[in-house]
Nanobody, 125 residues
Framework: QVQLVESGGGLVQPGGSLRLSCVASGRTLNSIATGWFRQAPGKEREFVAA????????NYGDSVKGRFTISRDRAKNTVYLQMNNLEPEDTAVYYC??????????????????WGQGTQVTVSF
């Protein structure tokens, strides 16, 4: 079993930056794939970014490419999502998720086995 806890959300102005953190307990994240998804009110959950268990494969959603970066800190058992040049359209609840298959950095919601509770990101003046 893996428990995931997200943090780092908040209110930021357009063009600003935030860094989200996903800390795991119960099992190391270093051997399993980890992804970030987001869900805005009235919309389906959307893929944002993922990194596979080995750390050499990453995927990004088209709307965040070039602005967001996913990374790992193995010593802290933490995965980060650095978000730069934020736009109002990035406003959503952001969720961390873990996929037990270490080789993939899946973009599909259904491939992930464990989910955190989410952290709110609001981009507004």
């Amino acid at each position: 079993q893996v428990q995931l806890v997200e943090s780092g959300g908040g209110l930021v102005q357009p063009g600003g930056s935030l860094r989200l953190s996903c800390v795991a307990s119960g099992r190391t994240l270093n051997s399993i794939a980890t992804g970030w998804f987001r869900q805005a009110p009235g919309k389906e959950r959307e893929f944002v970014a993922a990194v596979n268990g080995y750390g050499q494969l990453t995927n990004y959603g088209d709307s965040v490419k070039g602005r967001f970066t996913i990374s790992r800190d193995r010593a802290k058992n933490t995965v980060y999502l650095q978000m730069n040049n934020l736009e109002p359209e990035d406003t959503a609840v952001y969720y961390c998720a873990a996929d037990r298959r270490s080789s993939y950095a899946s973009v599909r919601v259904g491939d992930y086995d464990y989910w955190g509770q989410g952290t709110q990101v609001t981009v507004s003046f």
